[in-house]
């Protein structure tokens, strides 16, 4: 959220920091597990809520100016700034920022067979997207690559063009703003380059219009009042080399190529008031209301793709026509989609929302109990509570015990996305998660120690694949430690750190059988006539009650803040994860492997000089060779000498050492 508005992406419910200016932003706020009681649909693992700086907290007659400049590895460039002012009743915040980049090369990740540069430029593979004759007028040599954005197809480029802007202005109780931005990337390493061109763009924006009334009722009663109208938006292009066999080079290699381009449109009207009673000195009610109608794409608007496919500007003699064979000398390039979503292709539909809770301090306890009720026109009606309650022993102890429920609603593109290569399952009902916790927490002189416990139940578990399938159970000790303490250094500030330790773990009640490819236990509907059609030794249809996998059983974060004067100051952090078994359904599982365990450090150097502050940042510092887990079904396996099994990575390499400096100044 900013600023108390939801900023997820209306169609896929990603959300992206990148666009965000970060020279406006005051303080993150972080809520942790289910907060449906309050917040409604998708409170489900957590809240992040991004305040920004507001010229009403600062004198009047007050105006600021925040520019931070940085260039680093990559050719990355950017440009933040923020500017606001304050004047009796009026005030106004800006912000902005730019961020460009060609991203990491491939030489800069750690090594990985299905990322290759020898792979994208192969013409036994792609065939007429990076070898065209068509084209040859065009280039010195016989033949021309195609291109995306000015890019040419055939080596590996992941260039980002982000924007954000956040701005406002408000007037005595009113506030009018808006929160708008727009990411422009290619594919990365998230996809084998035996069949995707990384250097295809792809592009998310967001744009929200709002208006805030906040009044103070009566003495004792405050309401806000929140109305906002937002768009969100997907498009871009995609080159493809779907497989028709296995081999990588000479006359066995068979590719159906196609150059295609995407396109879903979203929008919402949303209507929201909070009220906020103070009963008494021991009492707080809260409570609210929401209304939001949406209008959202169904199916991909996707062109120049296969046959099945919905395409605003095609015709029925127009399917198909996009895909040619590796071993054609030209590829039809077919028009894109229309600029607006045809009727047909959109779903509508309506959340209603409200909300209660009731805070009670008295003495040592301090307690919170809410309940929401929202309901939904596609999927229906869901209730969830939330209680928290907090004592305090002393004034160095405090104990706390936490319960809630939430839900996640399937996004769109689950819903009606598919196309004829990709599922899509509009009877797909919301995901429920039950969390339970209990957290100690002890103050010492220079340590704050924190200890939780926890649980997280989760059912009706929304799978990749695009259906409901069973429950996980998930189970976690934490440590969080912070310390300060007095500066060895005369003249410098105290020195700080932080120490966090997790241990999680989480079975699933479903489990994938490589051997027949299919998924089977408790919660999947069709686990009868599976083994109906199988001859297995277990029971389809049981808990399997197996470890889901890219879940680090233990993860330690540590970092210290040391200032060595009163203008220089050196930060070190560092992140340790252990070895994790691989998801479920990551072929790799089925072998044996494991996503290795590693150790990464950041550092950080800050000068600062009147209004100007510089920071040289290097990330990776030891330059640590490490993985992530691959992503969604993680199905391209690892042997490299063949076509890669399915459309995602199986792991994903990162980044080795790189650098960034920033200026900032404040006047």
């Given at each position: 959220m900013i600023n108390g508005i939801v900023d997820n992406h209306l169609w896929s419910h990603q959300v992206l920091f990148k666009p965000y200016p970060l020279s406006n932003i005051e303080r993150v706020e972080v809520l942790y597990g289910p907060a449906g009681a309050v917040y409604g649909p998708n409170a489900f693992l957590g809240i992040i809520n991004v305040i920004t700086k507001d010229a009403k907290n600062y004198e009047n007659g007050e105006?600021?100016?925040d520019v931070i400049l940085a260039s680093g590895s990559y050719n990355t460039q950017s440009v933040d700034l923020t500017a606001a002012g304050h004047f009796d009743e009026f005030s106004y915040n800006f912000s902005a920022r730019y961020y460009a980049s060609d991203e990491p090369g491939i030489d800069d990740y750690a090594p990985w067979g299905f990322l290759s540069n020898d792979l994208l430029s192969s013409r036994d593979i792609w065939g007429p997207i990076v070898y065209d004759t068509a084209l040859d007028a065009n280039c010195e040599a016989d033949g021309c690559p195609h291109q995306s954005q000015g890019i040419s197809y055939g080596s590996y480029n992941e260039p980002s063009r982000d924007w954000g802007i956040l701005a406002d202005a408000a007037y005595r109780n009113f506030k009018a703003g808006v929160v708008l931005w727009q990411t422009n990337e290619g594919y990365g390493v998230f996809y084998p380059n035996d069949r995707s061109q990384p250097g295809a763009f792809y592009s998310r924006s967001s744009n929200q219009y709002y208006v805030k009334h906040d009044k103070q009722v009566r003495k004792n009663l405050n309401v806000k009042t929140l109305g906002l109208y937002r768009e969100?938006?997907?498009?871009?292009?995609?080159a493809e080399a779907?497989?028709?066999?296995?081999?990588?080079?000479?006359p066995d290699t068979k590719s159906w190529v196609s150059i295609s381009n995407w396109n879903s449109i979203?929008?919402?009207?949303?209507?929201k008031q909070d009220y906020d009673l103070q009963y008494n000195d021991h009492l707080q009610i809260g409570g609210g209301i929401k209304f939001e109608s949406k209008e959202l794409t169904k199916a991909w608007d996707v062109c120049g793709y296969y046959g099945g496919s919905f395409c605003s500007s095609a015709t029925d003699d127009d399917?198909?026509?996009?895909?040619?064979?590796?071993?054609?000398e030209t590829i039809n390039i077919l028009p894109g989609p229309l600029a607006t979503m045809p009727p047909e292709n959109l779903a509508n539909t309506i959340d209603k929302g409200i909300y209660i809770q009731g805070i009670w301090r008295r003495g040592n306890w301090h307690t919170n109990l809410g309940i929401r009720y929202d309901e939904n026109s596609l999927y229906g009606s869901s209730v969830n509570p939330r209680a928290t309650m907090v004592y305090f022993p002393s004034d160095k102890i405090t104990l706390k015990l936490l319960y809630g429920e939430a839900f996640q609603e399937p996004n769109p593109i689950q819903l009606w996305g598919g196309w004829n290569g990709r599922r899509a399952n509009p009877d797909m009902l919301p995901e429920e998660a039950t969390n339970i916790e209990a957290i100690i927490m002890y103050q010492q002189d220079n340590w704050l120690h924190d200890v939780s416990v926890f649980t997280a139940d989760y059912k009706n578990v929304i799978k990749e694949e695009a259906e409901n399938a069973g429950y996980r159970d998930t189970f976690g000790v934490e440590y969080r430690g912070r310390f300060q303490f007095a500066n060895f250094i005369q003249g410098a500030s105290?020195?700080?750190g932080?120490?966090?330790y997790t241990h999680t773990k989480t079975k699933s009640s479903v489990y994938y059988d490589h051997d027949i490819g299919q998924w089977v236990g408790e919660g999947i509907e069709s686990c009868e006539q599976i083994a109906a059609d199988n001859a297995l030794s277990y029971d389809t249809c049981s808990d399997m009650d197996v470890e889901l996998g890219d879940i680090a059983p233990h993860k330690i974060s540590t970092g210290i803040n040391l200032p060595v004067s009163s203008d220089w100051n050196l930060n070190l952090r560092a992140n340790w994860v252990a070895s994790k078994k691989l998801y479920l359904r990551n072929p790799l599982r089925n072998d044996g492997r494991k996503n290795d365990s590693y150790l990464v450090f950041d550092f950080n150097m800050s000068y600062e000089f009147r209004a100007f502050t510089l920071v040289f940042k290097v990330k990776n510092l030891f330059d640590e060779q490490y993985y992530h887990s691959g992503l969604q079904?993680?199905?391209s396996g690892d042997d490299f000498s063949q076509r890669s099994k399915g459309w995602r990575n199986s792991l994903l390499p990162q980044t080795g050492r790189n650098f960034m400096l920033s200026v900032s100044i404040s006047l």
């Amino acid at each position: 959220m900013i600023n108390g508005i939801v900023d997820n992406h209306l169609w896929s419910h990603q959300v992206l920091f990148k666009p965000y200016p970060l020279s406006n932003i005051e303080r993150v706020e972080v809520l942790y597990g289910p907060a449906g009681a309050v917040y409604g649909p998708n409170a489900f693992l957590g809240i992040i809520n991004v305040i920004t700086k507001d010229a009403k907290n600062y004198e009047n007659g007050e105006e600021y100016l925040d520019v931070i400049l940085a260039s680093g590895s990559y050719n990355t460039q950017s440009v933040d700034l923020t500017a606001a002012g304050h004047f009796d009743e009026f005030s106004y915040n800006f912000s902005a920022r730019y961020y460009a980049s060609d991203e990491p090369g491939i030489d800069d990740y750690a090594p990985w067979g299905f990322l290759s540069n020898d792979l994208l430029s192969s013409r036994d593979i792609w065939g007429p997207i990076v070898y065209d004759t068509a084209l040859d007028a065009n280039c010195e040599a016989d033949g021309c690559p195609h291109q995306s954005q000015g890019i040419s197809y055939g080596s590996y480029n992941e260039p980002s063009r982000d924007w954000g802007i956040l701005a406002d202005a408000a007037y005595r109780n009113f506030k009018a703003g808006v929160v708008l931005w727009q990411t422009n990337e290619g594919y990365g390493v998230f996809y084998p380059n035996d069949r995707s061109q990384p250097g295809a763009f792809y592009s998310r924006s967001s744009n929200q219009y709002y208006v805030k009334h906040d009044k103070q009722v009566r003495k004792n009663l405050n309401v806000k009042t929140l109305g906002l109208y937002r768009e969100s938006q997907t498009w871009g292009n995609w080159a493809e080399a779907f497989p028709g066999s296995t081999a990588l080079s000479g006359p066995d290699t068979k590719s159906w190529v196609s150059i295609s381009n995407w396109n879903s449109i979203s929008n919402s009207w949303l209507f929201k008031q909070d009220y906020d009673l103070q009963y008494n000195d021991h009492l707080q009610i809260g409570g609210g209301i929401k209304f939001e109608s949406k209008e959202l794409t169904k199916a991909w608007d996707v062109c120049g793709y296969y046959g099945g496919s919905f395409c605003s500007s095609a015709t029925d003699d127009d399917a198909g026509k996009g895909i040619a064979l590796n071993s054609d000398e030209t590829i039809n390039i077919l028009p894109g989609p229309l600029a607006t979503m045809p009727p047909e292709n959109l779903a509508n539909t309506i959340d209603k929302g409200i909300y209660i809770q009731g805070i009670w301090r008295r003495g040592n306890w301090h307690t919170n109990l809410g309940i929401r009720y929202d309901e939904n026109s596609l999927y229906g009606s869901s209730v969830n509570p939330r209680a928290t309650m907090v004592y305090f022993p002393s004034d160095k102890i405090t104990l706390k015990l936490l319960y809630g429920e939430a839900f996640q609603e399937p996004n769109p593109i689950q819903l009606w996305g598919g196309w004829n290569g990709r599922r899509a399952n509009p009877d797909m009902l919301p995901e429920e998660a039950t969390n339970i916790e209990a957290i100690i927490m002890y103050q010492q002189d220079n340590w704050l120690h924190d200890v939780s416990v926890f649980t997280a139940d989760y059912k009706n578990v929304i799978k990749e694949e695009a259906e409901n399938a069973g429950y996980r159970d998930t189970f976690g000790v934490e440590y969080r430690g912070r310390f300060q303490f007095a500066n060895f250094i005369q003249g410098a500030s105290d020195i700080s750190g932080y120490l966090y330790y997790t241990h999680t773990k989480t079975k699933s009640s479903v489990y994938y059988d490589h051997d027949i490819g299919q998924w089977v236990g408790e919660g999947i509907e069709s686990c009868e006539q599976i083994a109906a059609d199988n001859a297995l030794s277990y029971d389809t249809c049981s808990d399997m009650d197996v470890e889901l996998g890219d879940i680090a059983p233990h993860k330690i974060s540590t970092g210290i803040n040391l200032p060595v004067s009163s203008d220089w100051n050196l930060n070190l952090r560092a992140n340790w994860v252990a070895s994790k078994k691989l998801y479920l359904r990551n072929p790799l599982r089925n072998d044996g492997r494991k996503n290795d365990s590693y150790l990464v450090f950041d550092f950080n150097m800050s000068y600062e000089f009147r209004a100007f502050t510089l920071v040289f940042k290097v990330k990776n510092l030891f330059d640590e060779q490490y993985y992530h887990s691959g992503l969604q079904q993680a199905e391209s396996g690892d042997d490299f000498s063949q076509r890669s099994k399915g459309w995602r990575n199986s792991l994903l390499p990162q980044t080795g050492r790189n650098f960034m400096l920033s200026v900032s100044i404040s006047l």
